[in-house]
């Protein structure tokens, strides 16, 4: 109740920053985490970048083994402070307060995303997907989400200056996911129902088991 509780007073208090409306599903967290896939005997190194109170980061702690590490990355101080106090005794956690764009990213396995990039200009997002994208490790994926309806409703409220800001990210946005997206997903169970993209980067190695973009979608409830 307390993470709850702090999310809400964040979203109340800086709503373009937090994005989300509620802390995610355990259907979301779900599809998020897809292609976080066992890999016994070998370490994988996995990314979350904008964790907020920690609702995916649980699903994600829990499939470790002790071999794994998880760097979470967290712009709000507040959300970061709790994520350090809940997991202080966990050794393959590395938990950074900042914005993405403001490290230095190792190479990853697997990268969840849960920033509003709805809420991004044109070049915030491009840099982000950027920084994301090419720290992928062969045969990485890039997993982040988006609520159903959310691009409708931004282009219809915004107004001036703000729609025409609006626009362009959602454009870069769009020509990210098509030049990279091999998987989506609707995920009903969740408030709002989300939208799950899964991508990775373009024109792998002939020899790579990467799995291709494609123009699926499918729902998950």
């Given at each position: 109740?307390?993470?709850?509780?702090?999310?809400?007073?964040?979203?109340?208090?800086?709503?373009?920053?937090?994005?989300?409306?509620?802390?995610?599903?355990?259907?979301?967290?779900?599809?998020?985490?897809?292609?976080?896939?066992?890999s016994?005997?070998?370490?994988?190194?996995?990314?979350?970048?904008?964790p907020?109170?920690?609702?995916?980061?649980?699903?994600?702690?829990?499939?470790?083994?002790?071999?794994?590490?998880?760097?979470?990355?967290?712009?709000?101080?507040?959300?970061?402070?709790?994520?350090?106090?809940?997991?202080?005794?966990?050794?393959?956690?590395?938990?950074?307060?900042?914005?993405?764009?403001?490290?230095?990213?190792?190479?990853?396995?697997?990268?969840?995303?849960?920033?509003?990039?709805?809420?991004?200009?044109?070049?915030?997002?491009?840099?982000?997907?950027?920084?994301?994208?090419?720290?992928?490790?062969?045969?990485?994926?890039?997993?982040?989400?988006?609520?159903?309806?959310?691009?409708?409703?931004?282009?219809?409220?915004?107004?001036?200056?703000?729609?025409?800001?609006?626009?362009?990210?959602?454009?870069?946005?769009?020509?990210i996911?098509?030049?990279?997206?091999?998987?989506?997903?609707?995920?009903?169970?969740?408030?709002?129902?989300?939208?799950?993209?899964?991508?990775?980067?373009?024109?792998?190695p002939?020899?790579?088991?990467?799995?291709?973009?494609?123009?699926?979608?499918?729902?998950?409830?």
């Amino acid at each position: 109740m307390a993470e709850v509780t702090l999310f809400l007073r964040e979203y109340a208090r800086a709503r373009r920053d937090v994005g989300a409306i509620t802390p995610s599903s355990a259907q979301l967290s779900r599809a998020l985490t897809r292609y976080l896939v066992p890999s016994p005997g070998h370490s994988r190194a996995v990314l979350e970048v904008g964790p907020g109170t920690g609702a995916v980061t649980r699903h994600i702690a829990g499939s470790l083994t002790p071999l794994d590490t998880l760097d979470l990355i967290e712009a709000n101080p507040r959300f970061a402070a709790l994520l350090r106090q809940t997991y202080a005794g966990d050794p393959r956690l590395r938990i950074r307060t900042g914005l993405v764009q403001e490290h230095d990213l190792g190479s990853y396995d697997t990268i969840v995303c849960g920033l509003p990039f709805a809420n991004f200009d044109a070049r915030t997002t491009e840099e982000i997907f950027d920084r994301l994208l090419g720290a992928l490790r062969p045969g990485g994926t890039l997993s982040f989400f988006g609520y159903v309806g959310g691009e409708t409703i931004r282009q219809t409220f915004a107004d001036g200056a703000d729609r025409k800001r609006t626009l362009a990210g959602l454009g870069v946005l769009r020509r990210i996911l098509r030049r990279h997206t091999f998987r989506t997903e609707t995920v009903l169970g969740n408030l709002p129902p989300a939208r799950v993209h899964h991508l990775v980067p373009v024109t792998p190695p002939a020899h790579s088991e990467r799995p291709q973009p494609c123009d699926c979608r499918e729902t998950s409830s």
